[in-house]
């Protein structure tokens, strides 16, 4: 059971207010907030002046690679550097090794997290061509998995779905959250023979175009709209989709919800002359104008969750030539002081940044006692400084692949402290270990 701790002198910055408190974990919840608590005996005490106190980050695409892809990562190495960046839950993607389409292999996932995560956990089931039976048998009743996941465009790992039939079985049948990736398959080979020359990074957004992902979009959102599913579809990369998404209605209330990540408001295409690879993604990072509308959709709420799609692969995969080298990179750890950057920018509130990457994400998914800073709300907590800047250098990367594009960099803030379910995970740049999550629980 976790050690009671009193958090004190904090400022909480909590469902878009912002105001000095005190707060007391017990028995692994919040158990209360207030002005001025007295500490209590046999209670750590931690004095958290000058921080802010914020709810522990949800992440809802990340790619930890486990099983079969485990030279690149595991549950547990990207646990651990999920929690050392202020993320205390993850809602992981089927494309392992073998990918995640039966429901045994579903189940053998989150023994697998159960056994080593730091962080609390989900995972989604995945969709071929040929499993939909199987799919169908993953009961939103349950309230124990996520979602489903439909990639609408091959990425890695090669779960490309593009059987009509199976689409609108699982459109019109399925009672969970549908998650897309959303590239049309066929735009991306015409444009491939297009640009036959394509020998460096900086030609990714060409093959794997705006309108790759607006076509995509708009065919998941008609299946959507024809069977009233809730959707989601995932990292939103270009101005073009942003016209499919709209504010009128409450989180709560949305049937179909839209998710930004953090690489596609920081980089931009011109960015591929000096990292080249190493900001090779799907979908593809692309010019400045998509960036400049993504900012403006994600602060008015037609964007509704800032998420990573975090995706590690090593540093020799990422060196190997254009069209040989595997698409994605690794993010989980710094996203939160990425988005705590912007904050210093003045692009960004700090009650947005929370709002989007702790409070939309409980909602969106429905995950219960979560994403909140209340009483009774498990103390998935995490405290920053905004004051201690901190350079991304290879000695505190916590991926196992070793690198992030980030290295070199100085970010204005610093994660000092993480809870998750009330235990003391990560302190001062220190992994605790016996630490282990819970599977994420959700409402039916």
């Known amino acids: 059971m976790a050690q009671a701790v009193l958090i004190k002198n904090a400022t909480i910055v909590n469902e878009g207010s912002i105001r000095n408190a005190d707060l007391l974990i017990k028995n692994g919840r919040i158990q209360k907030i207030d002005g001025n608590i007295s500490c209590p005996e046999n209670v750590t005490e931690i004095d958290a002046s000058g921080k802010w106190l914020i709810p522990g980050v949800i992440d809802d695409q990340v790619h930890f690679r486990e099983p079969g892809l485990t030279h690149k990562a595991t549950i547990a190495s990207e646990a651990r550097a999920a929690v050392a960046g202020g993320t205390t839950s993850f809602m992981e993607m089927p494309n392992t090794n073998p990918p995640t389409i039966t429901q045994d292999l579903l189940e053998e996932k989150y023994a697998r997290a159960a056994a080593t995560s730091v962080a609390n956990y989900s995972f989604f089931m995945g969709v071929a061509n040929d499993n939909v039976e199987e799919v169908l048998r993953t009961n939103a009743r349950k309230k124990d998995v996520c979602g489903i996941k439909i990639f609408m465009g091959s990425s890695t790992g090669n779960m490309l779905v593009d059987n009509y039939v199976t689409l609108n079985k699982i459109f019109s ?26 020998n460096h990074a900086s030609f990714h957004p060409l093959i794997r175009d705006a309108a790759a992902c607006f076509e995509s ?77 993504l900012w403006p959709a994600l602060l008015d709420d037609r964007l509704d969750i800032i998420a990573t799609d975090h995706a590690p692969h090593t540093w020799d995969e990422k060196q190997k030539p254009y069209g040989q080298a595997p698409s994605g990179l690794p993010l989980v750890q710094h996203s939160l002081q990425m988005m705590l950057h912007y904050v210093q920018e003045g692009r960004i509130s700090i009650e947005k940044v929370v709002e989007k990457m702790c409070h939309a994400p409980a909602v969106c998914f ?42 070199g960099k100085t970010l204005p803030a610093t994660i ?25 629980q959700f409402k039916a």
């Open 173 to 198: 049948e399925t009672e969970l959250l549908i998650a897309t990736h959303c590239e049309d398959e066929r735009i991306i080979k015409a444009n491939k023979e297009k640009y036959p020359e394509a």
């Open 217 to 293: 979009s708009f065919s998941a959102i008609q299946l959507a709209k024809q069977h009233d599913t809730r959707l989601h579809i995932l990292h939103i990369s270009t101005e073009k989709e942003l016209q499919l998404f709209g504010n009128m209605l409450p989180l709560a209330q949305k049937r179909i919800t839209s998710e930004v990540c953090v690489h596609h408001l920081h980089f931009t295409a011109d960015d591929y002359d000096e990292l080249g690879n190493l900001i090779q993604c799907n979908p593809a990072i692309k010019a400045a104008g998509n960036k400049e509308a």
């Open 366 to 407: 429905g995950i219960e006692e979560r994403g909140y800073i209340r009483e009774g709300y498990w103390a998935d907590i995490v405290l920053v400084d905004p004051n201690e800047p901190y350079l991304v250098h290879k000695n505190n990367i916590l991926y196992m692949c070793g690198w992030s594009p980030l290295e």
């Open 416 to 440: 000092t402290h993480t809870f998750v379910n009330g235990a003391l995970v990560f302190e001062n740049g220190v992994v605790n270990d016996a630490v282990r999550g819970q599977r994420l």
